[in-house]
């Protein structure tokens, strides 16, 4: 038997007067599962923060945290939020804010140790935060949404201002937590950094909810050609191209597109031209495209 949703969003509307951002959004999130809410600026991903954190009312449908409605004192213990931007007080150290949100969620203080270690910020502790870049108060700002062990992650951006090194750490911590059972929704804009860092992508578009799945799941619908870039030896890419087609790049170098299925085989079909062939790439529709191909297909949806 598969585990309750932390998190459950069933046919939710929010509306801001007569504008809809959000128009019949249903998600959820299972114990140590980790989705990453995809979406352009505007598409609804902060208003789905808000709503689930309880700060906005539903004009339609229903969020539930831990099976409790947002704002109820058993979600809001449940619960953490990163925002894109953290800021706390500047004369306090990382360990004295540690400390003052531990108070506020009655967490043991003798868990900081461990959490400032976790994000790479133990030889920092007694630093005041003035002191800290972008990237250690981001990295402060995850030891503070880890405080009390919370069922739900809700990340906004979480990796902003971060650099490459500190943002493979960043989702190190992110895995672990998702081992130990929270439940994580985190949005960002970098697709490459999620593309294999999270379990589930969920794609909003103009306040609808167009894509859900793995990616996966998400390529096999989408059905997007895959590119097979082929690299000639020299003095035959004019018989490799009048043999297969393509696109000419460099002289001797042919892109060829086909549907998914038929790739494999036009990779081994090139095997056997050993005396054109000199390298063979395969390369398949990644998140991006993927992104691209559901918001694309949202609009035309959505044209009169």
């Given at each position: 038997?598969?585990?309750?949703?932390?998190?459950?969003?069933?046919?939710?509307?929010?509306r801001y007067g007569r504008l809809r951002a959000l128009d019949g959004v249903s998600l959820s999130v299972a114990p140590g599962?980790?989705?990453?809410?995809?979406?352009?600026?505007?598409?609804?991903?902060?208003?789905?923060?808000?709503?689930?954190?309880?700060?906005?009312?539903?004009?339609?449908?229903?969020?539930t945290v831990t099976g409790q409605a947002p704002g109820a004192d058993a979600a809001r213990v449940a619960v953490n939020y990163l925002p894109e931007t953290v800021a706390f007080p500047r004369s306090l150290t990382g360990t004295e804010v540690l400390r003052y949100?531990?108070?506020?969620?009655?967490?043991?203080?003798?868990?900081?140790?461990?959490?400032?270690?976790?994000?790479?910020?133990?030889?920092?502790?007694?630093?005041?935060?003035?002191?800290y870049s972008k990237g250690m108060r981001q990295r402060l700002g995850l030891a503070q949404a880890l405080?009390?062990?919370?069922?739900?992650?809700?990340?906004?951006?979480?990796?902003?201002?971060?650099?490459?090194?500190?943002?493979?750490?960043?989702?190190?911590?992110?895995?672990?937590?998702?081992?130990?059972?929270?439940?994580?929704?985190l949005s960002s804009h970098g697709l490459e950094e999620i593309e294999h860092r999270t379990d589930r992508i969920a794609i909003l578009s103009r306040g609808r909810l167009v894509?859900?799945?793995?990616?996966?799941?998400?390529?096999?619908?989408?059905?997007?050609?895959?590119?097979i870039r082929v690299t000639a030896h020299a003095g035959q890419a004019d018989r490799l191209q009048a043999e297969l087609g393509g696109t000419r790049f460099n002289g001797c170098r042919?892109?060829?597109?086909?549907?998914?299925?038929?790739?494999?085989?036009?990779?081994?079909?090139?095997?056997?031209?050993?005396?054109?062939?000199?390298d063979v790439d395969l390369h398949r529709p990644g998140l991006s495209d993927l992104y691209r191909h559901y918001s694309d297909l949202s609009a035309e949806e959505s044209r009169p």
């Open positions: 038997m598969s585990a309750q949703p932390i998190l459950t969003v069933d046919g939710l509307g929010v599962e980790r989705v990453a809410l995809l979406g352009h600026n505007g598409a609804g991903k902060s208003t789905l923060f808000k709503t689930i954190l309880g700060f906005l009312p539903a004009a339609a449908g229903r969020v949100f531990s108070g506020l969620r009655r967490a043991p203080r003798s868990a900081i140790p461990d959490l400032l270690d976790r994000v790479g910020l133990a030889e920092a502790a007694g630093r005041p935060v003035g002191s405080i009390g062990a919370p069922r739900l992650l809700l990340l906004d951006e979480p990796t902003s201002g971060l650099d490459p090194l500190s943002r493979r750490d960043f989702y190190a911590v992110i895995a672990e937590a998702a081992g130990r059972g929270c439940a994580v929704l894509a859900d799945g793995t990616l996966e799941a998400l390529a096999r619908r989408a059905a997007l050609p895959a590119t042919l892109d060829l597109s086909c549907p998914p299925d038929q790739a494999l085989p036009m990779v081994a079909r090139l095997a056997g031209l050993p005396e054109l062939v000199s």
